[in-house]
């Protein structure tokens, strides 16, 4: 399986260098325009919430293979505070910060799996997946 | 670091800014603050955004948008937002952002033409 390719989050033009990463990945396996578009903003929400939350983080992604389908994960990880309640977090409009609360939820939805494993004070990943129609 | 700068062109009363590049935050928030800031020197009665070029739409500039809308509205000048792609039109949809007050047209010429019609129904032609 491919290593997959990383994209260190540290300020908001690493967001862009994040979702670039994600949309060419995408593109080279094979996705249509409409996928690469929701992979590309699904990793735009997750390393902006790196950003803001977390300050610091990484964005991976890489193709993988599962029952004979092929898709793509991204991984973002970060040392941040971590989340208090998941639930709330994942709720459509909830937000702490200046951002509209469409994040994590809008993400997910434009992805086809979203796990999110958090601890306070330890951090959070957050895998999800694509995979190819 | 310095941001880049979206080239805002003026025709008669309507100011037409085409984003042409991927907008980080600081740059998005940038364009925000030279449109208004523009509108208020020209006194511009309609602003289009076009976004043919702009391939992804993410909550952060999506609100943006919103909120530009929002704020030239305040001011007194109409906005339309153009040229959304396919893909944009259904992320967005997708991600829960349908953009309800935001007066959008297919092209830049449609744009104009609904901004046109704007000034005209608001009934303040001559200025």
């Given at each position: 399986m491919?290593q ?28 249509g ?6 992979i590309?903003?699904a ?7 790196v ?18 389908r092929?898709?793509i ?8 505070p971590?989340?208090?309640s998941i ?23 434009l992805m086809?799996?979203?796990e999110?494993r958090?601890q306070e ?13 | ?23 980080h ?5 940038q ?5 208004l ?15 043919t070029?702009v391939?992804?739409?993410?909550s952060?500039?999506?609100r ?7 704020m030239a509205?305040?001011m ?18 997708e991600l ?21 019609r704007?000034?005209e ?5 001559a200025?």
């Open positions: 491919a997959g390719k990383a994209a260190v989050i540290r300020s908001d033009l690493d967001i862009v260098i994040a979702r670039t990463l994600a949309r060419d990945t995408a593109k080279s396996l094979g996705f325009a409409i996928d690469q578009a929701r590309a903003t990793v735009s929400e997750l390393a902006r919430n950003f803001l939350y977390a300050g610091t983080g990484t964005v991976t992604v890489r193709e993988v293979e599962r029952g004979g092929r898709g994960e991204v991984i973002c990880e970060d040392q941040g971590g989340i208090s639930d709330l977090v994942m709720q459509d409009g909830y937000s702490t910060s200046r951002g509209m609360g469409m994040g994590l939820p809008g993400a997910k939805r086809d799996e979203f999110i958090s004070g330890v951090g959070t990943t957050i895998i999800c997946r694509k995979w190819r129609m | 670091m310095e941001s880049l700068r979206i080239p805002i062109l003026k025709i008669g009363d309507v100011l037409i800014a085409s984003i042409q590049v991927a907008l935050d600081a740059s998005a928030v364009f925000k603050d030279d449109l800031q523009r509108i208020y020197e020209t006194k511009a009665r309609g602003l289009i955004v076009d976004l070029a391939d992804v739409v993410d952060f500039i999506g943006l948008i919103s909120d530009i809308a929002s509205g305040l007194g000048t109409r906005v339309v937002i153009t040229g959304l792609q396919p893909a944009v039109a259904i992320t967005l949809v829960g952002l349908e953009l309800p007050r935001v007066l959008t047209a297919l092209n830049l010429e449609k744009g104009l033409a609904a901004l046109q704007q000034v129904e608001s009934g303040d032609g200025g």
